[in-house]
């Protein structure tokens, strides 16, 4: 699936969002150094070129975390290891919502291709091509990365931005579960098709890619299999998610991070009924915040006067 904080090195924060980098990048450029040793005349644009690259990834990384706070959402952390980026973004569970916060991202390398290849066409116009060869492959590399990242990405294949923004007009139409199930599907359908390709161009880092959207779709898979299942469970009165502000499922549908049993937290006030573990939060099953039960009040009745 996609990376975590563990095993990743802090870098800086900024609009307090946390960017980390995976200690597996360090290798991965170091591969990809050697594969590249005779696109420059130096190795310094080798380097500047990985860096630049990871650059555009993180700005488009900012720009659905910062998206995602735009629409009430929750992004605090940035994760950049070999396969891209990944920013951990937790909207409010409505269509629009979530489709603001994944549509940003492809919307700043949009924003940086008409920059790019201005800049391009101008160093080509001064010359740099004879006078500065390196610079100006370097430009044109990053021109090209630019529009190739935001092609890529908008691939229907979840769990890349074009399947999740798939995911996210589906959504108006089919509902949570729903669009989420055809989502991922369609995704596995287009994993095959990467794979065709891996095998064609004899790729291995296109057969990674593919290995790991094939795990997220199987994981979106099982996830609207179970959000369909709660969807059709009765609800509990008296209480309502302070986010999504849906009422909760009823029944033994929580497990105990202690003692793993099955247990209805709202009955049990948040203590697990067999090994006594107090939680200081609760999971919404439907949108998947997790705040205090204290907070879990439903809002009164409006009561209108005719």
Not at 51 to 64: A, K, Q, S, W, Y
């Amino acid at each position: 699936m996609a990376p975590t904080q563990q095993g990743s090195i802090r870098l800086f924060q900024f609009g307090g969002i946390q960017v980390y980098l995976h200690w597996s990048w360090f290798i991965i450029a170091l591969v990809e150094f050697n594969n590249r040793t005779n696109a420059y005349r130096s190795l310094v644009w080798n380097a500047l070129e990985y860096l630049t690259l990871f650059g555009i990834v993180l700005v488009h990384e900012f720009g659905h975390s910062l998206a995602c706070r735009q629409v009430g959402g929750r992004a605090d952390r940035i994760v950049l290891w070999p396969l891209g980026g990944v920013a951990y973004v937790s909207p409010p569970q409505r269509p629009g919502a979530m489709l603001w916060s994944i549509a940003a991202g492809p919307l700043v390398n949009v924003v940086l291709a008409p920059i790019l290849i201005v800049t391009l066409v101008l160093a080509r116009q001064a010359g740099l091509i004879a006078t500065a060869h390196d610079a100006y492959l370097f430009l044109r590399a990053i021109c090209y990365i630019n529009i190739g990242l935001l092609i890529f990405n908008l691939l229907p294949i979840y769990p890349l931005d074009g399947g999740q923004i798939l995911r996210s007009l589906l959504w108006f139409i089919f509902g949570r579960a729903r669009s989420l199930m055809i989502t991922a599907i369609v995704g596995i359908v287009g994993v095959v098709g990467l794979i065709a390709l891996a095998v064609a161009f004899r790729s291995i880092w296109m057969g990674i890619i593919a290995a790991f959207i094939l795990l997220n779709c199987w994981g979106g898979l099982m996830q609207a299999r179970m959000l369909g299942r709660v969807a059709k469970l009765p609800r509990r009165g008296g209480f309502a998610c302070p986010s999504c502000h849906q009422p909760p499922p009823l029944g033994p549908l929580w497990r105990c991070a202690k003692c793993f049993k099955p247990f209805d937290t709202f009955e049990s006030h948040a203590v697990c009924p067999h090994c006594g573990a107090a939680f200081p939060v609760t999971q919404c099953l439907d949108c998947g915040e997790a705040r205090p039960l204290s907070e879990w009040n439903a809002p009164p009745p409006v009561i209108s006067s005719s």
